[in-house]
């Protein structure tokens, strides 16, 4: 469950659904890169100020349910999810990289929308979870630890 993030000059509670598409829409997730993928996103949490809500898998893309703060821009989250995890995933999982032909593990673009007045987080979670055929839960942490 997202909390009130309170900071020395402000309280935010700004959580994020962000799509983040393989490129090619290869489907290059099995049980070992969503390990992964799973591990590398609790190792940011440990280091950078991203609370991973939810995350989930779908064959060619993963959706994440972040809570950040207002200091960091959605583009800056991206960014760093995108970097560390393609980073690692490569790193661990070879043959990934092999099914890619060598080159990046994320498309350019994402999809990013702000949860908050008119839904609320189970309301994107039950979203999250309906889209696609095969949504695998990954990961869910609804107890936020303050930064």
């Not at 590398?40 to 609370?51: A, F, H, P, S, W």
């Not at 809570?67 to 821009?73: K, N």
């Not at 490569?90 to 990934?96: D, E, G, I, K, W």
């Not at 309301?123 to 630890?145: P, T």
Request: hydrophobic fraction near 35%; proline fraction near 1%.
């Amino acid at each position: 469950m997202s909390k009130y993030i309170h900071k020395s000059h402000n309280v935010t509670v700004l959580m994020y659904h962000i799509v983040l598409p393989a490129k090619y829409r290869r489907t290059v997730f099995d049980d070992s890169v969503d390990g992964v993928l799973t591990a590398v996103c609790l190792e940011i949490e440990l280091r950078y100020q991203v609370k991973f809500l939810e995350i989930g898998t779908d064959k060619d893309h993963v959706r994440f349910l972040v809570q950040s703060v207002s200091t960091y821009s959605v583009t800056k989250i991206v960014t760093l999810i995108k970097s560390l995890t393609a980073r690692e995933i490569f790193r661990r999982c070879p043959q990934v990289k092999k099914s890619l032909w060598g080159g990046e593990f994320w498309t350019d673009g994402y999809f990013a929308s702000t949860v908050g007045k008119h839904g609320d987080e189970q309301m994107i979670g039950r979203y999250v979870k309906n889209q696609g055929n095969e949504y695998h839960k990954l990961h869910s942490d609804h107890q936020l630890a303050l930064f």
